[in-house]
């Protein structure tokens, strides 16, 4: 019965996300209720227990989220997500424009969201196509698994920065960063191979009438923006935070190699990502140059709150519902079963692309695993530092597989792209499966060799 309860309780959660279409905040708090009555939880635990959980885990990376969010959101509101792509563009050149167009997905895709990101770079990917003489559709294909990479596996995204938070790693992001940029140029790679497969092919819903004729509404092209920052200027809110992070987590390494003295405690410091992104905020605000530029900072600020909130409720619902798990007998019995079993770094995986799958929506795969595997790491044998980034970047694969029709971004990638849903399937949904399986292959072969 143990096992029956923990299935009944996910299938409610697909069938309430998926089938009813309620908010996926509503559907994990009453989750760890159902957990807490089925496993007979004591009364007087319950409500302690959920707001503990939701708590904990925004104290740790709910402002990390906030500050991620409106950083990303300056950018796309400033142009500055376009200058970084024209400048990975000059960078790499023509040469080959797939791999071109991949990897400008996988720069712009970890500060903004792989919605928005396909929507303002699809004009500039349309342009490439025409002048190098590239099917559009693999160009589509190139970004869209570009940008779907680094959304899954590199924070500062809030899905990996939550994964990362349910599994204990708020303080190590860095760990997290520098694998997930390894993973990722795995996952980029597989999809601008399978994106090369569809250079002679022409989208097949040109004239269709349902096609979106316009940006939607406050998404703007190049041409929408007077004035564009330079390219060091667009890269710097981004990039400054990242080198932060990293430099923080080499810092806390075991060998101590900046020594033990006050170097040490600046980098720990303006390292916590806490701090490294309120520096990329302030960064970032450096790029908005308009004669009421304090009023626009506030106005950024505001939308970027407005967006960040569902993110941080569903956070913090799946840090109650995983802290509900924590405390019924279902950790130890799935953990010897699994252990039995063999599956490893693949039960992640295979528990999140299902979910995936199942209710479309990349950030509740991985905040919903996450919170369900971390009372199992130690019987999964993941339970090390190095383990646990292992286990964001497993379930981070299965959060890709597959982009289907109940996941909103493949409707943004086949409308914009004036493919018909056959050949999105074809086309866009087998890149995600694809890019998902290849990444937990190598992520598992990882784990062969440093665990």
Known sequence: MIVFWLVLTILFIIFATAKLKWHPFLVLILSAFLVALFYQVPLNTVAKTISDGFGGILGYIGLV????????????????AIVMAETVIKVLGPRFPTLTMSIVGAVVSIPVFCD??????????????????????????????????????????????????????????????????????????????????????????????????????????????????????????????????????????????????????????IGNPLTALLIGLFLSFLLINTEQKTQQISDSISQGLVVAAPILLITGAGGAFGAMLKVTPIGDYLGTTLSALGLGIFMPFIVSAALKTAQGSTTVALVTTSAMVAPLLDQIGLDSELGRVFCVMAIGAGAMT??????????????????????????????????????IVFIWLLTLVFI
């Open 65 to 80: 989220i906030v500050f991620g969010t409106i950083i990303g959101l300056i950018l796309e509101k400033t142009g500055a």
């Open 116 to 269: 928005s990101g396909y929507i303002i770079l699809n004009s500039l990917k349309e342009s490439l196509a025409e002048r190098l003489h590239v099917s559009s559709v693999a160009m589509s294909i190139a970004l869209a698994t570009g940008l779907y990479a680094t959304h899954t596996f590199v924070p500062p995204t809030p899905g990996p920065i939550a994964a990362a938070g349910n599994l204990g790693l708020e303080s190590n992001l860095g760990l997290v960063i520098m694998v997930g940029v390894v993973v990722t140029a795995v996952a980029v790679l597989a999809g601008w191979w399978w994106s090369n497969r569809f250079l002679n092919v022409t989208p097949d819903n040109i004239n269709a009438a349902d096609a979106p004729a316009a940006m939607p509404e406050g998404m703007k092209t190049r041409d929408d923006y007077s004035h564009l920052p330079s390219a060091t200027m667009a890269f710097l809110p981004i990039i400054v935070p990242i080198i932060l992070i990293c430099l923080s987590s080499v810092a806390n390494f075991p060998s101590a190699p900046f020594g033990s003295g006050t170097l040490t405690d600046i980098l720990v410091f």
């Open 402 to 439: 597959i982009s289907h029709a109940n996941d909103s971004f493949f409707w943004i990638v086949s409308q914009f792209s004036r493919m018909s849903v056959s050949q999105a399937y074809k086309a866009h949904s087998m890149a995600t499966g694809i890019q998902g399986v290849t990444s």
